[in-house]
């Protein structure tokens, strides 16, 4: 798998302040920086060759869309879904909260290209709107499949904030081990939550499990049985004494102080963290779609 650029996806993360700062401050459903968002995205995206929707839906009295994007090829009947949330909260920018995961992800689709890479499973990345409304561009996207497209996508891995200023690694508990949330989910998602651990115990940082409870847009897929993945370094809560011996940082404290505030700029990010990530979603993207044969039907 491929060294994820930090220098590149933090460049995606200046264009998501810049486009923030130009639009009242944030990138919000139904105001004009999350539509800008949705086109920085989509252009890039359309530049490196791959198949592009902006599928619109309503909430709320406004206009939200998902930028969808499939990489040509690949057994579509086995189709691996990346996806992470462009939407911030009308308080704030929300670099952390979730360019991290978004520029992290676009990074990848646009090294898939570079690599022109040829997955033995079809690859479809998306950005939702809407999230920090509740999950709404997510569960429209999983509404809006008929039960053969939904029985076609095997798996989905969510990147929601994964450059938390004060980080923990954290991997949602799919097969429940470590008894946080509401048990484990779909089958496929042990074995999502495992090639995950297995980069990060490559590069020897410990991860502990987080709650697979629905609080961001793997909800709607587990929903539905579809087995989904994802990282995470941290909201409001505080990270614990024995948090920070096991990952450095300041026990006592947010992981993310600027969560949901006007304060999650291009400053209220972990270089590291975000490093350490982007680099984990290539390689559960590689490892997945290109090495993993398909399971049986
Ligand atoms: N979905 C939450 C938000 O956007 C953040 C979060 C992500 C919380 C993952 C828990 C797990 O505000
Ligand atoms: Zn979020
Ligand atoms: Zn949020
Ligand atoms: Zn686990």
Redesign the pocket.
Known sequence: PPDISLTAVKAHLTQFQSIATANGGNRAHGRPGYLASANYVKGKLDAAGFTTTLQSFTYGGATGYNVIADWPGGDTNNTLMIGA?LDS?ASGPGIN??GTGSAAILETALEVSRQSLAPTRHLRFAWWGA??LGLRGSQAYVNGLSSTERSRIKGYYNF??VGSPNPGYFL?DGDNSDGVGSGPGPAGSAQLEATLQAYFSSIGVATRG??FDG??DYGPFIAVGIPAGGT?TG?EGTKTSAQATLWGGTAGQPFDPC??RACDTITNVNDTALNRNSDAIAYAVWTTAVTTPPPPA
């Open positions: 949330h909260v909260d979730n999230e920090e929601d904030m949602y987080t709650d609080r961001s995470f909201a969560y949901h």
